[in-house]
Each structure stands twice: as structure tokens, then as C-alpha cells.
């Protein structure tokens, strides 16, 4: 099964490197000229919680050659479009590729590569790219996981294989609910990475006043809101609820769950959209707190907190706004306290 990792940054380099050093076949494909010219000389590199350099093949996207049966798709979402026409003269008439993005990519990606051919793996770890051929991973391997699943939940042989090349790198799960898990990460990541990025401010400092935990309790609702309004259920992450945690029906129900959001504030990571802007590039935020609110509109369902993140968020990309503690104040009249 010839095999790539298309869009080999923070998260594809670990990937590659781990399935290299099983003595697995995978090329490391990206645009990035300088990281790939980087793990040619020396391997790809491995920090943080792991230590490790393993020679790695890699591929600049336009000298791609032949065709991949197993896609692994690690670009950006924001990368969608250039990236998966570049891809699809070189997919293998029944080949796959694994939507690993944050959001719900499953169902753009198939608009590209069409329907049926997308498996769905929400990732639960993080890594960042540190400098060129260099990834450094900050979740512990015996923590991490990958859940992987067809959108339409059923169960075939080529989720076991896709499984086997994963758990080069960590626990995979075979899921029958791909949706409701994409969902379930997609409330945090609209919540606590739309509100890091809007605010300038690590997971912990998006809670850490009334108006900012006001504020993100409610783009959290919204989000719940929208889910099941879309006809969608809100699924588990590692055995907890998500929407018993962080859903609420009116002020006095608020307070009831205040305790599962201020549980966030010892919590120091940043969100990556944050990290987006602050290296001066375009952020996922049309397919995070974007996406809540266009099922929103497509449902009926108002989403002014979940508007408001979208809209301070591409102000700092434009340079009318910077990522900063005072944007809290943007949200006006929406703050009832
Ligand atoms: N990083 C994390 O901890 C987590 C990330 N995610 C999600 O995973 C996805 C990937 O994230 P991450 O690894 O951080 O992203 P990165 O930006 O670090 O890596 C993506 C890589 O894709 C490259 N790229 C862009 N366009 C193309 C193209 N046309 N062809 C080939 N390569 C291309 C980029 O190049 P260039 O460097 O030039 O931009 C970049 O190196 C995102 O959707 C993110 O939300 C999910 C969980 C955690
Ligand atoms: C949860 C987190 C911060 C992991 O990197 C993330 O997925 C993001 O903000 O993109």
C-alpha cells in the first residue's frame, strides 16, 4: 500500500517519523521546501516529550509522482483547496485519504475527492513545528490516540489497515460515530482555541474573568445549540460528555456547570490558531467557530458569540484587530452581567 502524509508540518512530521522508524513505506509530502530540505540533510527531528531523529522520505508537493493508495491529509483546512486538487491526479482509483484536520473536514475534503473515499481520524495530541525539520511534541505517547471512522459509521477492512499504520505512533480506535466525536472536539475547539485566538490568551486565561468565562460559556452553547439542531449528537471525549459538561439552558443552569469550565484554568497551551496569527498567517477559524455558525444559519440558529469570535479573528489576520485581553470588550452588549 503506497502511502503519504500530505501536509507534513507540526502534527504529519511525528506522524511520518514514527511509521518510518516501524520500517513502514510513507513519504513526507509538503510545500514547505525548507523543512523538507531540512529532514533530507538530517532525519526528521523529534523533541519534547519524545527524543528521536529517523531518516525520513520526503516529497515537495508539486514533485509528486505515481499514485497513493493511503493518503494521510495533515494541511491546514485552509490549504484545502490548492492542496487536494494538487493531490488528486496522484490517489489510486480506490485509494483513501484520512481527513486528521480540526473542524469537520470530512464533508469539503469529499467534495474534492468524492464521496466514500474520506475515513475521518480526529487526533488527540498535539505537536508544534519549532524550526525546520523540527517537530516537538507535547502530549506523552501513552496518552495519545487516534479515532478513525467512515463518516457513514460502517466498519470494513480498510479501517483495519489504516489502523495498523497508525499505531506505529499510538492507540487507534475503530469508531462508528465519527460525527458525534467531530462534534464533541469541535465544541472545544470553537470554545476554548476560538476564544485563545480572539483573546490573545492561553486556554486557562479564556475563563479566568466573568466577562471572558461569560462569554465562552456561551460560545460554547451556541455550539451545542447548533449540533442538535443540525441533527447531529454531541459525542464523548475520553468517557466524558462533552455537552453534560459544558451545555447550560438559562443563567441559573450557568452557574450549575461554571465549575467543568473554571476546571480549564490551570490550563496553559495556546490554541493553534493563536499561534497562526501570531507567526503572521491565515487561521482555521472559518472552519471552526465558522463552520458552528454556517449550520447555524443553515438551522435556524442564532450565533452572535460564535460571529463575534469569527469576526475578531479575521480583524487580526487583516491587522484591524491584535489577539489581545481588551478584545473582550468587542463583545458589547452581548455580556448580561
Ligand atoms: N498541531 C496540533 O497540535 C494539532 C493540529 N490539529 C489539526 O491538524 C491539522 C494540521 O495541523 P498542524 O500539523 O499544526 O499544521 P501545520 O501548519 O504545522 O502543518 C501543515 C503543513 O502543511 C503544509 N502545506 C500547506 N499547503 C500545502 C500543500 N498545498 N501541499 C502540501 N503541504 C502543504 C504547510 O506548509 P507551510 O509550513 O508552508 O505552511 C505545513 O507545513 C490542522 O487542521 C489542525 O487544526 C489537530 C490537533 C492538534
Ligand atoms: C487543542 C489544541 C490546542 C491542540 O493543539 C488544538 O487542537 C488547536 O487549538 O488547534
Known amino acids: ?16 517519523a514514527f511509521i518510518a522508524k516501524a520500517g513502514k513505506q510513507v513519504d513526507l509530502v509538503s510545500r514547505n521546501a525548507a ?5 533530507k540533510e538530517r532525519g526528521a527531528v523529534i523533541k519534547g516529550t519524545v527524543d528521536l531523529v529517523v531518516p525520513v522520505s520526503t516529497v515537495l508537493t508539486p514533485e509528486m509522482e505515481g499514485r497513493y493508495d493511503l493518503v494521510f491529509y495533515m494541511a491546514k483546512q485552509t490549504a484545502n483547496e490548492v492542496a487536494l486538487k494538487q493531490l488528486l491526479p496522484h490517489l489510486s482509483d480506490d485509494g483513501v485519504v484520512v481527513t486528521m484536520q480540526n473542524g469537520l473536514p470530512e464533508l469539503e475534503v469529499e467534495e ?5 473515499r474520506v475515513v475521518g481520524c480526529p487526533v488527540g495530541w498535539a505537536a508544534v513545528m ?6 516537538t511534541l507535547t502530549s506523552k505517547l501513552d ?10 459509521g460502517h466498519v470494513d477492512k480498510r479501517l483495519e489497515e489504516i489502523k495498523e499504520i497508525l499505531e506505529c505512533l499510538c492507540t487507534t480506535n475503530i469508531i462508528t460515530d465519527l460525527m458525534e466525536v467531530r462534534w464533541a472536539k469541535l465544541l472545544t475547539n470553537a470554545t476554548f482555541s476560538g476564544m485563545s485566538a480572539a483573546l490573545g490568551a492561553t486556554f486557562g486565561e479564556t ?17 451545542i445549540k447548533v449540533c442538535h439542531a443540525s441533527g447531529y449528537k454531541i459525542g464523548k471525549i475520553q ?4 455537552e453534560d459538561m459544558y451545555g447550560f439552558q438559562d443563567e441559573a443552569d450557568r452557574e450549575r456547570v461554571r465549575p467543568m469550565y473554571e476546571a480549564m484554568k490551570p490550563v496553559p497551551i495556546v490554541a493553534s490558531m493563536l499561534t497562526d496569527l501570531r507567526n503572521g498567517k491565515k487561521t482555521e477559524i472559518n472552519a471552526i467557530n465558522g463552520v458552528v455558525c454556517k449550520y447555524g444559519r443553515q438551522s435556524n440558529v442564532e450565533t452572535p458569540f460564535n460571529d463575534k469570535v469569527v469576526e475578531i479573528v479575521t480583524g ?5 484587530y491584535k489577539p489581545c485581553a481588551e478584545n473582550i470588550k468587542l463583545f458589547g452588549d452581548l455580556i448580561k452581567l
Open 316 to 320: 487580526c489576520e487583516e491587522g484591524k
Open 112 to 116: 474534492y475527492i468524492g464521496k466514500g
Open 143 to 152: 496518552q495519545m490516540s487516534f479515532d478513525i471512522g467512515w463518516p457513514d
Open 239 to 242: 468517557g466524558s460528555s462533552m
Open 207 to 223: 475563563v479566568s474573568t466573568e466577562e471572558n468565562l461569560y462569554v465562552t460559556q456561551h460560545v460554547a452553547n451556541e455550539c
Open 1 to 16: 500500500m503506497r502511502t503519504a502524509i500530505l501536509g507534513a508540518g507540526s502534527l504529519g512530521t511525528v506522524l511520518g
Open 35 to 39: 523543512h523538507l530540505n531540512a529532514m
Open 130 to 135: 519549532t524550526e525546520p525539520g523540527v517537530s
